[in-house]
């Protein structure tokens, strides 16, 4: 006999195991989180050392949601007593020009987010012996920047969850899904039965998704990262304390972000956004990584860094075309809601974007308005099957 849930979860990733742990504060009932791998897995979106979080953002919308975020991965580091988040500062430049650079600065501006605008000579007194900017560029300081640890945060996360009431099952990996007020979950290790459900699947969305009857939007993206990890000559120099987050905007888009020494002494992290497309069942299979793509950076914007990279690390962006993610309601079954396709930004944000999740799933008025994240945004491309 299945056994029955109030409302099962599929895919521990950070949003999955974030709108877990908001289901059971918000009194969801019994609440099962089911994940194909072993927790804590490298082959999704959510793993690995760090993570950059700021407000820098050129949406306004995204400003006000990273309010509630730091409020509530504050709630999470104190709840689960392990820090997770180092104010770094984070530095945005690209040319003067750069559209995404003006559109961020003026968000900031509006919003009243502290901020300094500096030119790349200001940012070069501050960071002499680190960056080597062209004068033709400019920057933005966001003093409330920083990092996250990434697995870390998923760890403490889904503890919290666990030990508020809540079941998470690893190894199970969800191979149908027949909906219906009462909706039936068969895995690989066994079935289930929950009168609600939410699919927060990352890189494997469209696959479930497209099960359901859903087609997620034509040129939804599933891109393979690079994370590469370069050794420096003064490490003192690129620590949290000495060297803040660095994202570089110009006209190929997010080129590349960079990080202070966290995950591995003496090895600065810089890397390019996204790059090829994957099947993310054969991520890892005869691609080699493209260090070429990054390389030039490397030489041309930082100094005293090595030009051949120490560490290779492989991770998944998901990206939807306008790269805001979709949380929405199935279209045909308003007991199933879906997070999916978020981009570059979907951790910092994940305490929030669980909880708007959450809210759709138990159907309460969210704390946010969900207009930019609708699937029907690309409603020329996306529908029922
Ligand atoms: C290299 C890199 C750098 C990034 N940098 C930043 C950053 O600086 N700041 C920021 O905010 N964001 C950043 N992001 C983005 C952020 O990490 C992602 O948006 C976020 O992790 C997405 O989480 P997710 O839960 O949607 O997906 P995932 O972490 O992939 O989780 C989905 C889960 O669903 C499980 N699953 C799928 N199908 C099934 C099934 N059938 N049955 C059971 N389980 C299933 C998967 O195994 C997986 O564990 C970065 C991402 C990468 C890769």
Redesign the pocket.
Known sequence: MSQSYDVIV???????SSTAYNLVQHGAGKVLL????SSL?T????H?GS???RRAYNKPFYVHMMDEAYRMWDQIEREGKTKLYTNTGILVFGPRTSPDLKKTIASLHINEVEHEVLTAEEAMLRYPHQLDLPFDHKCVFERDGGTLLATKAVSVIQRLFTEGGGELLDG???KEIAPGPIVRVTTNNGDFTTRRLVV?????APT?MAQLGVKLPFKFSIRR?E?FYWRVEHPELYSADTFPSVILYDDTHHPF?AMPICEYPGLVKI?PYATVCVDPDSRDEQISPRVEDIQPYVAKYFKGVSTTPSIYEA???TKTPDEHPIIDRHPGHSNIVFGAG????????SPVMGKLLCELAMDLPPSHDLTPFRLDRFNKHSSKL
């Open positions: 599929v895919g521990a990733g950070v949003v999955g089911l994940e194909q791998f897995h082959r999704g979106s959510s690995g993570r950059i979080t199970h990996r969800v927060t699947a990352g890189p494997w479930i990262a994370v972000y890397c991770c998944i962006i978020f981009s570059g930004h979907g951790f910092k944000l």
